[in-house]
Each structure stands twice: as structure tokens, then as C-alpha cells.
């Protein structure tokens, strides 16, 4: 692990990290257009789609906690999470999974979404993954050069698909192929 990550562990998130996840989360559907969620959610809202990432298998969550809280609390120290879900609910689409990473805004710029994005690359080499999908809100230059850099090309752009903060934003999709 580079020093710079020298205090951060990369693990499975648990129903403890819940509220920090919500946090995150609500950071980005109230100031900035990456998620196209409109209406901030509780921590019960999203308990479902916390349970929907197991530990593993080929939907999985998880997050990059700065270790000196693993001792003393869990779920305090949370510095973004990464996911893969399902690409489409048709079985046909099983192999392929849908990725993305979400970093605490004080985490930003920090490496964290590269760490977390190398762990669940790493954790999907043993599934049944044939490809991982990424949808970037543009323009988000950040996310562009981190897909970039893990092997994701651009495959296509939806213009003007989403309608937030009073404007249309476009979502560039990026392709990675898996277990090559």
C-alpha cells in the first residue's frame, strides 16, 4: 500500500457504516449533478440497497475507513465506498455489472477512489464477471481519467439525459472488459 494510504483500510461496508454511506451519498444528490437522485435519502431508505451487496459474489460494496477509528468505532472515518450492481435486471445481463465509487467530500483528491476501484477490481477476478459498466455525469474530468486509468474505454454518450438543478447533463458510458 503507498504511504499515502497507509491509514486506510479497504473492507466489505456493513450495516454499521450505513448513516456515514447515506452521508456520502446525500453529499452528491444535493450539490452536484454525478447522481441523477433529486430528494436526499434516510439512512432507512437506503438499508435495502446496502443489503443488495453482500460481502461477496459479484455485487459488492465497499469502503476505505482511515484506521485509526476501526478500533474505536466502526463507522466513524468512512472516506468514500465503491459498488458493482447489477447492469440490467434481465438474466441475460448477469455477467455484467455496473460499478461506481463515491468518496466523502474531504476525501477528494486523496487516491481513495483509485484504492477502492483497485480492491474491487481485485474482489471481481474470482466472479463470474464478463464486464463492468460505468456512467459518468458530464463533465467530470476527475472520473473520466480514473476510469481511464483502470481500462474502461468510452463507448457512448446519452445527451441530455437527466434534468437537475435546472439543466440537462449528458452521461458518457465507459466499457471494461473483466478476467482477461
Known sequence: MPPEHAEV???AGTEADLEALTDIYNHYVRETPITFDTTVFTPEERRSWLRSHPEDGPHRLLVAQDVRFVDTNPAVGILGYATSSPFRPKAAYSTSVEVSVYCAPAAAGRGIGTLLYKALFEALESEDVHRAYAGVALPNEASVRLHTRFG????????????????????????????I
Open 152 to 179: 474502461f474505454r468510452h463507448v457512448g454518450t446519452y445527451e441530455e439525459v437527466g434534468r437537475k438543478f435546472g439543466r440537462y447533463w449528458d452521461v458518457a458510458w465507459y466499457e471494461r472488459p473483466m478476467n
Open 9 to 11: 483500510q479497504v473492507r
